[in-house]
Structure formats: structure tokens, C-alpha cells
């Protein structure tokens, strides 16, 4: 330490110097070590234990702070093993939080200095005010993972039993938090420790659903099944939290493909239903309105397992998966739930709540390009069920087109500006027919060369493009293949107006010219005017 800071430091404590004091155990004065301690950063901490080296003293500010204490926060183990030699307790408790002093050592990362306390019979054991032992403390911080071994290596070298399934307030284990901050290395050492994976949090929580909550991580659950399996523990995997949740719920909520596969190749029920009476089919329906990823793994893997899915089970509000999925225009889905014996006959075309609350659960901003996904979804949805008997009535069409309104589908641009036409013509259908090709097609004649769910195939190609001109692209395809659906539905509708008092040839020549959105006015005002 430079001289002048030292006299800096020195000078407000002339009045009292280490040689002055008495031989006590404590002194109620303020010294320059106090001053230097509320500087997290000052570095001058070390320097000045050089100079004030009464270790048989432990002097104390008027806040409480003491030099035993101040050594502990930065890490002096040095100095710390000279107080406890000479009487200090290792297992102090600081009134404010209640931690001890291992709590304050593994939150400093002082890794020495944790090693020093326990090997002087600091109690691994004792929790603070929120429950939280020193275990909790380093599964929540991957740079102490490498300190747990030592830590549980000195605990048996001293007979010291360490409570490994400890629950904080809010009854997590340190399994719970080392899975929560995603800390595979203390996890599995605490495992093979013997923690418990199915011991629950007051939410119900177990290990399983730590995992799942979290967005990242999808390897963990491979990996602590394995874990769990080399150790002979079974894994409650359908335990349910406060909302009925099993981690199979939660995998499916968050799109974790890997641990939907693993979690359904060790035995959980795929249909078992929450609080709500969603089962894991149903929310993956009604999750994420352009994902099918989860869905295609579900079934994929709950065939291979030999595992029925009850695809006409109802939640409480009276729904059905296949209903969810055409709500969220997932074509692929609503195709596999037909392959798996849904039941079309008594499938009723869902209302306008089902699409708000849609729509309430995605709540992005409608770009073009997602206002194409979501037109060539919902006409690829339309096209799958027509395939299997289903007969769409206006009533439904509407419902379609009032969706397509909410989400400004009918404020597009039928236009491809020229400063995009070459990027249109790099995105291809087929070697035959590209991007820029299809654009130009009438929509009857573009319905007879590409179906719609192939032409969902064409809008995930688009995703190469810059978002300019994806956008650009976006608009005109989006336009068409609305126009089309929008004619077949117009057509009729424009004839019952008029009253029939034109050839169904010139009413078809007539609303030819029309916009998309004065034809979705017409269907309108038909459905209007019949009710």
C-alpha cells in the first residue's frame, strides 16, 4: 500500500494505536479497518491488519462491526485462523440476516477461508433467517461447485452430519436450487450424497419441475435421470405441483423436446391432467401458435412407448385438443390428432373466445411475415379437416376471417416492389416454380399447383431471406392466398345481397374486383343480415 494512503487511513485513529490497548477480549472503538470494511473494493484491508495485529482484542465499531468480522468478509483466513486460536466462536451469527460465518465466506467466494472455518468446527448445518444453510449457498453459484467436494470431504474427516435435503422457507432443497441455476456438477455430487430427487417445495415442486422451469438446460434431464438410475432412485415422474403440473406439463410448456422424450421413455403418463384439466396435449396446442416440434416428438415417442394418448379428452372448460389446435392454426398437429382417432364428428369449430385467448398468449407484433404464417396456417387447417370429412359453414369462415381482421391481415400490400423481385426468385417451391412465380398467380390457378399445407413448407423457406424483403415477400403471397379463400366464401354471400337478381357469372365478375377486405365486408354483412 502506497505511504500516503496509509497515513490517509491512520489519521482519523491517532487517538487510539494497537499498543494502547489492554488485554481484553473486545474494544468498543472505531479504527481505521472499520473504515476501510465499508469499502467493498479498498484493498487496504490486508495491509492494515499488518499494523493493528492485537488478535487477542477484537475491536468493535458502534454498528457492531468487529475486526473478526471484517477479516472473515474479505477473506484474511490468515488472520481469521489467529482469532479463532485465540478464542474467537466459528460459528458467529450476524444479527441483521442470521447467516454464519461459512454464509459470509461461500457468498465472498472465499474458498480457503470456508475450508479454515470448518476445519475449526463451524457448523454446516445452521441456516439463516430464510431458512438457507451454507448448501444452499454454493448450489446456487457455479464457481463454488469445485469447493462441495472439500466442503463434504472435511465434514467426514470431523464425524460433522450434513443435512443434504436442508428446505429453506421456501421449502427448496439445495438439489431444487443447483437444478434452478443450472449447476449440474453440484447436483450430481449432492445425488450421489443422497439427496432425495422427489422431495417437493411448498409449490409442490419437485427436482423434475426445477428442471422444466427453466427455458434452457434440455440436457439435464437426460442427465439427472441417468444420475438418478446409476444411484437406484426412482423418480416420482408424475408427481404434481399446486396446479396439478407434472414435469411433463412443464416440458411441454416450454418446448423441451429432449426432456419430453426422456421424461416419456422412463413411464410418465401423458395423460394426466392439471388443476385446469390440461393435459399435456392440450397445452401443446394451445402453446406457442407456429411451434409443432413438441407435438411431432409427443406422439413420435408416446407410439414407440405403446402409450394411447387421449386425443378427445376434454379440460374443464370443455375443450379438446384437436379444437386448441385448429385455434392455433397448427396444421401439422390437427394432422396428427386426426391420425391418432380424434374424434370428427362431434367436432365443433372453435369461437371467437378460443382465437382471443390465442392471441392473448402470443402477444408479439403481427409482421407480415407472421401475418402470412398465420394465413397459410389457418387455410392449410381448413384444408386438413375438408380431407377428413369435415364440412367448414359460414359461420366458420367468418370466425376466420374476423381473426384475420384483429390481426391486420386485410391492411396488406398486394404489391411486390421491384427492389424485391430477385430475392422472391431465390426462394423456390420446386425447381419449377418459385417464390416470385406464385406471386403473380391467380389465386385459383396458385391453388391447383400448391396445396396449402405444402405452401407452409414455402413461408418457413422465406426465413432465409433479409427481414426486408421477407416482409416485402410476405405481404403479396399473404394477399393471394387469402383472396382465394375469401372469393369461395363471397361469392355467395354477394349473391344472397342482391338477391340473387344477377348470373352467378357477372356476381363472380363483379366482386373479381374487389379488394379483400370489401369482400370480407360482404361475408359480413350477409352473416348480418340472415341473423
Known amino acids: 500500500m502506497e505511504h500516503r494512503s496509509l497515513i490517509s487511513w491512520l489519521a482519523p485513529a491517532t487517538r487510539t494505536s494497537p499498543k494502547s490497548m489492554k488485554t481484553v477480549s473486545h474494544c468498543c472503538v472505531a ?83 470456508v475450508e479454515l472455518l470448518l476445519s475449526k468446527g463451524a457448523d454446516p448445518n445452521l441456516a439463516n433467517d430464510e431458512g438457507s444453510t451454507p448448501l444452499h449457498v454454493i448450489s446456487q453459484r457455479n464457481i463454488l461447485s469445485n469447493l462441495l467436494e472439500r466442503f463434504f470431504e472435511i465434514c467426514d474427516e470431523k464425524n460433522q452430519f450434513v443435512r443434504i435435503d436442508a428446505q429453506d422457507k421456501l421449502g427448496d432443497s439445495p438439489l431444487h436450487l443447483s437444478l434452478k441455476h443450472s449447476n449440474p456438477k453440484v447436483a450430481e455430487l449432492l445425488l450421489r450424497r443422497g439427496a432425495d430427487p422427489n422431495l417437493a417445495n411448498k409449490e409442490g415442486s419437485t427436482a423434475l419441475h426445477r428442471i422444466e422451469k427453466r427455458a ?133 369449430f372453435p369461437t371467437e373466445s378460443y382465437f382471443d385467448e390465442i392471441l392473448s398468449r402470443n402477444s408479439f407484433k403481427w409482421s407480415q411475415y407472421y401475418q402470412l404464417k398465420l394465413a397459410s396456417g389457418a387455410l392449410a387447417v381448413v384444408e386438413h379437416l375438408e380431407k377428413r370429412g369435415y364440412e367448414l359453414d359460414r359461420d366458420d369462415a367468418l370466425m376466420i376471417m374476423k381473426l384475420f381482421a384483429k390481426c391486420g391481415l386485410f391492411e396488406t400490400s398486394a404489391r411486390l416492389e421491384k427492389n424485391h423481385q430477385e430475392a422472391a426468385k431465390k426462394v423456390r417451391f420446386d425447381t419449377s416454380l418459385s417464390l416470385h412465380d406464385l406471386i403473380k398467380l391467380r389465386p385459383k390457378e396458385a391453388k391447383k399447383l400448391v396445396a396449402h399445407s405444402d405452401c407452409n413448407q414455402l413461408v418457413n423457406k422465406m426465413l432465409k431471406l433479409p427481414w426486408k424483403s421477407r416482409d416485402a415477400c410476405a405481404a403479396p403471397l399473404c394477399d393471394m392466398l387469402m383472396r382465394g379463400f375469401l372469393l369461395d366464401w363471397a361469392l355467395d354471400s354477394f349473391v344472397e345481397l342482391i338477391h340473387c337478381r344477377l348470373p352467378t357469372l357477372c356476381c363472380d365478375m363483379i366482386i373479381e374486383q374487389l379488394r379483400n377486405k370489401d369482400l370480407y365486408h360482404i361475408c359480413l354483412a350477409a352473416a348480418g343480415r340472415s341473423s
Open 216 to 348: 434452457v438446460d434440455d440436457f439435464m434431464m437426460k442427465f439427472f435421470i441417468k444420475i438418478n438410475e446409476d444411484t437406484n432412485r426412482r423418480l416420482l415422474v408424475d408427481a404434481q405441483d399446486k396446479n396439478g403440473d407434472t414435469p411433463l406439463h412443464l416440458a411441454v410448456r416450454y418446448s423441451k423436446k429432449k426432456s419430453i422424450e426422456s421424461l416419456l421413455r422412463y413411464g410418465a403418463d401423458a395423460n394426466l391432467a392439471n388443476e385446469e384439466g390440461l393435459t399435456p396435449l392440450h397445452i401443446i396446442c394451445i402453446q406457442d401458435i407456429f411451434q409443432t416440434a413438441s407435438a411431432e416428438i409427443f406422439f413420435k415417442t408416446c407410439d414407440e412407448m405403446k402409450q394411447k394418448v387421449q386425443v378427445n379428452a376434454r379440460d374443464k372448460k370443455g375443450r379438446t385438443p384437436l379444437q386448441l389446435a385448429v385455434a392455433t392454426f397448427k396444421a401439422p398437429v390437427v394432422d396428427a390428432i386426426l391420425n391418432h382417432d380424434a374424434d370428427l364428428s362431434s367436432f365443433v
Open 31 to 113: 479504527l481505521p479497518i472499520h473504515r476501510a470494511a465499508r469499502n467493498i473494493q479498498n484493498r487496504s484491508v490486508p495491509d492494515l491488519f499488518k499494523i493493528f495485529n492485537r488478535f487477542d482484542v477484537n475491536c468493535i465499531d458502534e454498528t457492531g462491526l468487529s475486526h473478526f468480522l471484517v477479516a472473515c468478509k474479505f477473506g484474511c483466513h490468515e488472520v481469521v485462523e489467529k482469532f479463532l486460536e485465540l478464542g474467537q466462536d466459528p460459528n458467529y451469527i450476524m444479527e441483521k440476516t442470521g447467516d454464519s460465518l461459512l454464509h459470509l465466506a461461500l457468498t465472498k467466494g472465499h474458498e480457503k477461508l
